[in-house]
């Protein structure tokens, strides 16, 4: 069945609507704990990237929503956008991964010996988490500016419904 175009309109909308909501209000719930702001601390860094880490993964599969209601709507500007988005997250992972790495360095070295290999068990699994969002916002990137590309040429067209190539005899 084909649906009509408002009706994809319709739809579009929502998948868009869900799919803001899905990234922003994770983030937005994660964000009061990082105040009051102690950017000069390493160890309150090392703390907020740690505690922060784990709210990643839910605004990731907002974009995810995004990127396909734009591609199934055929929003190639949006899916350009989106695609610059995703780019974006990436470095921005990039250049947290790296400041909490030197962070790292830096707690571990002035951690009592009894805490280290916890503090060095939690870096492991924050940077694990990092690199698996920055590929991962790497893909989105790839799979969304490829298809801007390609302008949707690989989709299939609609079924002709009573239409079966064959002349009635």
Do not use: C
């Not at 799979?143 to 002709?160: I, K």
């Amino acid at each position: 069945m084909v649906a009509s175009p408002v009706l994809e309109k319709h739809v579009a909308r929502a998948g868009y609507a869900a799919g803001l909501l899905i990234v922003i209000i994770p983030l937005a719930d994660s964000l009061p704990a990082a105040y009051p702001l102690h950017l000069g601390v390493a160890q309150w860094r090392f703390g907020m990237v740690g505690l922060l880490s784990g709210a990643f993964m839910t605004p990731l599969l907002g974009l995810f929503m995004l990127l396909a209601t734009a591609a199934l709507a055929g929003h190639q500007r949006r899916l350009r956008a989106l695609g610059v988005t995703a780019i974006v997250v990436a470095a921005v992972l990039a250049i947290i991964s790296l400041s909490f790495l030197f962070d790292y360095l830096q707690v571990h070295g002035t951690a009592v010996n009894a805490v280290r290999p916890g503090v060095t068990g939690a870096s492991i699994k924050v940077l694990f988490k990092l690199g698996v969002f920055l590929i991962v916002s790497v893909v989105y990137a790839l799979a969304a500016l490829g298809l801007t590309r390609r302008g949707h040429e690989s989709a299939a067209p609609p079924p002709l419904v009573g239409q079966s190539g064959r002349s009635a005899t």
